[in-house]
């Protein structure tokens, strides 16, 4: 069974910091595209910043210059650092993986998300 927990969510002043980690666990043969995700209530979930298993990177406009999303395949683990937290920042912030995985002896590809963590700033 494939997993995905996000940890790192908190409340923060605005200006601050925050880095949030998701570790993927399971019968594991390959991550490929990784992303991270947000979403505020009544809104629909967006993508804030996404990275290939090449290492390109995309962002959403509103967190250019501010977030970067990285990660450790040798750890299964993708982050999401994230700088000058603003107000506008504040919602729950899910992983999101395309994993390859085995299941007896055959692979399989399956898009995974995680349960969520809540990032709140205050003004």
């Known amino acids: 069974q494939v997993r995905l927990v996000e940890s790192g969510g908190g409340l923060v002043q605005a200006g601050g910091s925050l880095r949030l980690s998701c570790v993927a666990s399971g019968s594991i043969f390959s991550i490929n595209n990784m992303g991270w995700y947000r979403q505020t209530p009544g809104k629909q979930r967006d993508l804030v910043a996404a990275?290939?298993?090449?290492?390109?990177?995309n962002y959403a406009d509103s967190v250019k210059g501010r977030f970067t999303i990285s990660r450790d395949s040798a750890k299964n683990t993708f982050y999401l650092q994230m700088n000058s937290l603003k107000f506008d920042d504040t919602a729950v912030y899910y992983c999101?993986?395309?994993?390859?995985?085995?299941?007896?002896?055959?692979?399989?590809?399956?898009?995974?998300w995680g349960q969520g963590t809540q990032v709140t700033v205050s003004s």
């Open positions: 990275i290939t298993s090449g290492d390109r990177t």
């Open positions: 999101n993986a395309e994993i390859r995985y085995y299941s007896g002896s055959w692979l399989y590809t399956h898009d995974y």
